[in-house]
């Protein structure tokens, strides 16, 4: 971590500032881990500075656009005051893609512009900072982020259905760039608009939530949606999902939520396919370290979605119990993911040096999870 914070300009500040949104909520995560296991606090304090750089940074223009300041459109104090109430950037190195350009599929990947699966892993990190840090702020610009993202991603379905969240939003939110849907995005905003409440609601009057309209838009998003996959990063997504529900349930209502089982049953057999067909005996060339890490990541959750299930009040469904074994019997490939990617060899290879800050600090996050798996 002390590396990553050297190469991208969060402590050495003879580096320019290099910021990525994704990285930057893991990393923010990874501090806070440290800073509560080894009682230090130079760790929270580039906690701290973290979110402040991704804010100055990601929460403006970018330095090759016409555009200037904020990207909500606020005055420079009123925007240092909600950094978060137009969104974030990604971080990407090419700028955005113009209304009127021709979409490149493989030139898209790296333009510029808004993930709403980003800025949730934002609105998270937030939460983590407040409740660590004790400042309100914290909370309260993961809300107003949440707000901003729901307003900005929610699209009319063409064909009459129900609202959906695009893929990928213009720097400004003001038009799509990919209209398409993610797959995991509806159930990411749901559950992370809960755990945003639930911060909210430590502060008292110190952070209004505000965000029951959004729960309820995106709760009927979910109607129908098939939540499986063999993605080992979307199956890492949707263990940290089911952690958090089954958190968020077992301390505030104690009831079991009616989403729980299908996400259960989603995310036990994606690890089942991905455990019986994963290429974990592919060299490290022909591998992707942060995807990987994801699962390994979520699998590390498994104990945490087992002890939160026990405090859950009535009848757990069979199909739930059966789903958590079934995890608990694929934890161990946490462990094989890990000590692969901690072997210095496989950190030559040119797919681990071409994504070295995401892979370094998601491998962080699995070695120390603690933190990021909270709520």
């Not at 009848?315 to 019997?329: A, G, I, K």
Request: proline fraction near 5%; charge should be negative.
């Amino acid at each position: 971590m002390l590396g990553y914070a050297d190469r991208t300009g969060l402590s050495a500040t003879s580096k320019a500032s290099r910021r990525y949104l994704w990285t930057d909520a893991h990393a923010v995560c990874n501090f806070l881990g440290l800073y509560r296991a080894m009682e230090q606090a130079d760790w929270l304090d580039l906690a701290l500075a973290l979110v402040d750089q991704v804010h100055l940074s990601l929460g403006r223009h970018r330095a090759d656009d016409r555009r200037s300041g904020w990207i909500s459109g606020l005055a420079e104090e009123e925007g240092r005051d909600h950094p978060t109430a137009g969104g974030l950037r990604i971080g990407k190195p090419l700028p955005e893609r113009g209304p009127g350009e021709r979409y490149d599929d493989r030139l898209e990947w790296d333009r510029d512009g808004q993930y709403y699966h980003y800025l949730t892993k934002w609105m998270h990190a937030l939460a983590r900072v407040a409740t660590v840090s004790g400042d309100a702020r914290y909370c309260r610009w993961a809300v107003e982020l949440a707000q901003a993202a729901h307003a900005g991603f929610t699209l009319p379905d063409p064909a009459g259905g129900p609202e959906r969240l695009a893929w990928k939003m213009s720097i400004d939110l003001s038009f799509p760039l990919v209209p398409s849907s993610g797959q995991h995005d509806p159930l990411d905003g749901y559950i992370t608009c809960h755990e945003l409440r639930e911060c909210a609601h430590r502060f008292g009057d110190a952070v209004p939530s505000g965000l029951d309209g959004e729960i309820a838009a995106v709760a009927a998003m979910l109607e129908g949606r098939y939540w499986q996959t063999d993605d080992p990063l979307g199956i890492g997504g949707l263990l940290f999902d089911l952690f958090r529900v089954a958190q968020i349930h077992a301390a505030v209502s104690r009831t079991v939520p009616d989403i729980l089982p299908s996400l259960a049953r989603a995310a036990a057999e994606s690890v089942a396919y991905y455990a019986a067909h994963a290429g974990t005996s592919k060299p490290a060339d022909y591998r992707l370290a942060f995807r990987e890490l994801g699962l390994s990541i979520g699998l590390h959750g498994v104990p945490i979605v087992k002890r939160a299930l026990s405090e859950l009040a009535g009848s757990l469904p069979d199909s739930v119990r059966n789903s958590v074994t079934l995890l608990e019997r694929h934890a161990a490939l946490a462990a094989t993911i890990e000590s692969f990617w901690c072997d210095p060899g496989n950190q030559r290879g040119y797919t681990w040096k071409d994504h070295e800050d995401i892979n370094t600090v998601m491998l962080a996050t699995s070695l120390l999870p603690d933190e990021f798996l909270a709520i």
